[in-house]
């Protein structure tokens, strides 16, 4: 099975700073790695498909990097309405999908 | 637009069956695929298993031996079922679509989830 790690598992940052979180997969995964951000109480959403692709819709303050084992999920300037959980998930060995464990973005 | 809505009782006991249905709306149920996902308190999400358009399933092997999903056509409706259930399995339930985004397999969109608890 393919394993997904996230981190941080939590951060805490301000309104404008430039946010990171990485996704490293135990074995490689090509490009097959989207981004998901989930508000409390609400659904999940993706925001980033094939590691690099934005979903329509998605600010363009989001970003992805990454190919092979390790990803990337860049916030440029961080918004109010973008603290929630961001977690990955691997599309590699669909469809039979793995999750990151989240990583949680507070407010500072 | 496609829209999913869970349903389904927010309470059951060990031992019993967990049963949800996820509601399809804006298009066919058999036109694309579909997922059960899960998030335990506390934890991140847990994928559970997948049906296809023609009705072929892949389970999570750590739940494989308890999960039935199933398509409902008529009612545009696809159901999942985990069997002897512990407190382990209390979690919010997500259904989501299955499909393609530009060439990239994604899931979107998702219900807005239901939380199911294990108790006596």
């Known amino acids: 099975d393919i394993q997904m790690t996230q981190s941080p598992s939590s951060l805490s940052a301000s309104v404008g700073d430039r946010v990171t979180i990485t996704c490293r997969a135990s074995?490689?995964?090509?490009?097959?790695l989207n981004w998901y951000q989930q508000k409390p109480g609400k659904a999940p959403k993706v925001l980033i498909f094939?590691?690099?692709g934005l979903q329509g819709g998605v600010p363009s303050r989001f970003s992805g990097s990454g190919s092979g084992t390790h990803f990337t999920l860049t916030i440029a300037s961080l918004q109010p309405e973008d603290f929630a959980t961001y977690y990955c998930?691997?599309?590699?060995?669909?469809?039979?999908?793995?999750f990151g464990q989240g990583t949680k973005v507070v407010i500072k | 637009q496609v829209q999913l809505q869970e349903s389904g009782p927010g309470l059951v006991k060990p031992s019993e069956t967990l049963s949800l249905t996820c509601s399809v709306s804006?298009?066919?149920?058999?036109?694309?695929?579909w997922t059960w996902i899960r998030r335990p308190p506390g934890k991140g999400l847990e994928w559970i298993g997948y049906?296809?358009?023609?009705?072929?399933?892949n389970y999570n092997p750590s739940l494989k031996s308890r999960v039935t999903i199933s398509v409902d056509t008529s009612k545009n409706q696809f159901s999942l079922k985990v069997s002897s259930v512990t407190a382990a399995d209390t979690a919010v339930y997500y259904c989501?679509?299955?499909?393609?985004?530009?060439?990239?397999?994604?899931?979107?969109?998702w219900g807005q989830g239901t939380l199911v608890t294990v108790s006596s």
């Open positions: 804006g298009d066919s149920i058999s036109s694309y695929q």
């Open positions: 094939g590691a690099s």
């Open positions: 998930q691997q599309s590699y060995t669909t469809p039979t999908w793995t």
């Open positions: 074995q490689t995964i090509s490009t097959y």
């Open positions: 049906i296809s358009n023609t009705g072929n399933t």
């Open positions: 989501a679509r299955d499909w393609y985004s530009s060439g990239w397999r994604v899931l979107d969109p």
